[in-house]
C-alpha cells in the first residue's frame, strides 16, 4: 500500500508520500484550467485560489474547474475549505454553486463531482432546503437527470451558509463517496454506486458553476492505491 498526502495551503503544493516529499509553489505551472478563470487572492485571513466559470459556457454540470497537476487519484480523502459568494451580475438561479471533481480522465471528459448550494440551506422553502448538496455524474448523470430518475437519492440537506468557509471532506473507496461538512462525524451526503464504478482513477479539481464567485483553500488529499 502506497500513501499520499498532498497539502495545498497559503498557497502552497506539497505531496508527500513514504517514499519522498517535495513542495512546489501553486502558479500557472501546477494548475489547468478548464472553462473557468481563476487567480490567487488573499481571504478571511487565507490564502486561496478564485474561481469563476467561463460566463461563454451555457450547460450546467460540466467541466468549469481548475484541475491541480500531477494527482491521480482512485481511493483516497480530499479535503477543502470552500467559499462562495454571488457574483453581482449572478442569475436568479445561482445558489452558490461550489465543490469538488475527482477520477476525472485526461481529456476532462469522465469524472465524479459532489457540490454544495449554500444559498439553498438557509431559505424559507424545505425542498430547496434538501437541494443543498449534489452528486453528479459527467457527462452522462447530471443533477436533473438525477433528480429525475432518483428523486431524493444524490441530493439532500445539510446547513451552511454562503460567505464563510466550509470543509468539504470527501471520503472515497471504489464504487462508494461520503461527504463530510466541517467538524461532523457523520456524513451528510451517501453515495453507493457512484456512475463511472468502483476501478477507475484520476485527476481532482476545484469546481464552481455559474454565478459563483469561489474560493478554495487548504487543500488536502490523502490517497490509498
Given at each position: 500500500m502506497k500513501?499520499?498526502?498532498?497539502?495545498?495551503?497559503a498557497c502552497i503544493f506539497t505531496v508527500l508520500n513514504t517514499s519522498y516529499s517535495q513542495t512546489v509553489k501553486l502558479d500557472k505551472n501546477h494548475i489547468e484550467l478548464s472553462k473557468v478563470s481563476a487567480s490567487i487572492e488573499k481571504l478571511s485571513g487565507k490564502?486561496?485560489?478564485?474561481?469563476?466559470?467561463?460566463?461563454?459556457?451555457?450547460?450546467f454540470d460540466e467541466p468549469t474547474f481548475v484541475r491541480i497537476k500531477g494527482v491521480d487519484f482512485k481511493n483516497g480523502i480530499i479535503e477543502v475549505k470552500v467559499l462562495s459568494r454571488l457574483l453581482k451580475n449572478a442569475p436568479e438561479f445561482a445558489r452558490g454553486f461550489i465543490g469538488v471533481a475527482f477520477r476525472i480522465n485526461d481529456s476532462n471528459t469522465r469524472y465524479e463531482s459532489i457540490y454544495l448550494r449554500p444559498v439553498n440551506a438557509r431559505v424559507d422553502d424545505q425542498v430547496r432546503r434538501n437541494h443543498s448538496i449534489q452528486y453528479y455524474s459527467y457527462p452522462d448523470y447530471k443533477f436533473d437527470r438525477l433528480r429525475k430518475e432518483s428523486p431524493k437519492r444524490y441530493e439532500t440537506y445539510a446547513d451552511m451558509e454562503m460567505n464563510k468557509w466550509i470543509t468539504m471532506r470527501t471520503v472515497v473507496k471504489d464504487a462508494q463517496a461520503k461527504l463530510y461538512l466541517n467538524?461532523?462525524?457523520?456524513?451528510?451526503?451517501?453515495?453507493?454506486?457512484?456512475?463511472?464504478?468502483?476501478?477507475v482513477s484520476g485527476g481532482i479539481a476545484l469546481w464552481v458553476?455559474?454565478?459563483t464567485e469561489g474560493y478554495f483553500a487548504d487543500l488536502k488529499i490523502f490517497t490509498i492505491d
Open positions: 500513501n499520499h498526502l498532498l497539502l495545498i495551503a490564502q486561496a485560489i478564485k474561481v469563476i466559470k467561463d460566463s461563454s459556457i451555457k450547460e467538524n461532523n462525524t457523520q456524513p451528510s451526503l451517501i453515495v453507493n454506486d457512484l456512475k463511472h464504478g468502483g476501478n458553476e455559474e454565478g
